[in-house]
């Protein structure tokens, strides 16, 4: 039930963009997307609970295709800040027990 | 405090000892998670209480492995016999089980390494 994410790590200079990935096998009924830097906690970015859905705050944005069920989340002009291995959980089952399956990660570098 | 808070951050223990962690969840909070971190992987789900039940366990979650709620407030996590495989990074989750978007928050991780 590990959704995969693509790509496993990606560098970008300061101010560039990135897409990161994320698709399951099974049908979704919500994706969580989370930061985690090294060493500490993964801190939630944000939640998609329908199909064709997206949201954003500040420079990060999500959308989730659940006839594809997948999600992409999108990192628009990348901060120094922006460093981190994102993390995609994904829920099968509407209301529930909400136990996530998290991806494997993707490690993301913002060089200056 | 309004985090998720675990102790201890490290733990070092020899092949066979038994070691138990706590986990305090954010107050108002009625779900507990915790979770095994892996280096490179990312979290994998062990357990899961409302309030003081435990409703779910993972496969993963050996006859070694044993998680308490009591009260409803804090939990603990107890491997007994620890294995070198069980080095690890278990992180420690809450939720506030009646939002719509069920967000989890996470603890900083008690990092276990059995020698």
């Known amino acids: 039930q590990q959704p995969v994410q693509s790509p496993q790590a990606v560098i970008l200079r300061e101010g560039e963009d990135a897409v990161i990935n994320c698709s399951s096998s099974?049908?979704?009924?919500?994706v969580h997307w989370y930061r985690q830097k090294h060493g500490e906690a993964p801190v939630f970015l944000m939640i998609?609970?329908?199909?064709?859905e997206q949201k954003g705050h500040d420079k990060i944005s999500a959308s989730f295709n659940e006839k594809k069920q997948q999600s992409s989340l999108y990192l628009t002009a990348s901060q120094l800040s922006y460093s981190g291995t994102y993390f995609c959980?994904?829920?099968?089952?509407?209301?529930?027990?909400?136990?996530?399956?998290f991806g494997t990660g993707t490690r993301l570098t913002v060089i200056p | 405090d309004t985090g998720v808070s675990q102790n201890p951050r490290h733990k070092i223990t020899k092949r066979g000892q038994n070691v138990t962690f706590r986990c305090d969840p954010i107050?108002?909070?009625?779900?507990l998670y915790w979770y095994r971190q892996t280096l490179g992987q990312g979290p994998e789900f062990l357990t899961y209480?409302?309030?003081?039940?435990?409703?779910?366990k993972s496969r993963l979650l050996s006859d070694r492995f044993s998680a308490e709620r009591p009260k409803g407030s804090f939990s603990t996590l107890e491997i007994q016999r620890t294995e070198q495989g069980d080095s690890a990074m278990y992180l420690c989750?809450?939720?506030?089980?009646?939002?719509?978007?069920?967000?989890?928050?996470f603890g900083p991780g008690t990092r276990l390494t059995v020698t």
């Open positions: 107050s108002e909070h009625n779900r």
């Open positions: 998609l609970l329908k199909g064709g």
């Open positions: 209480f409302q309030n003081e039940a435990q409703l779910e």
């Open positions: 099974k049908a979704l009924y919500s």
């Open positions: 989750a809450s939720s506030l089980v009646w939002t719509p978007t069920y967000e989890q928050y």
């Open positions: 959980g994904t829920h099968s089952h509407q209301g529930g027990a909400n136990n996530l399956f």
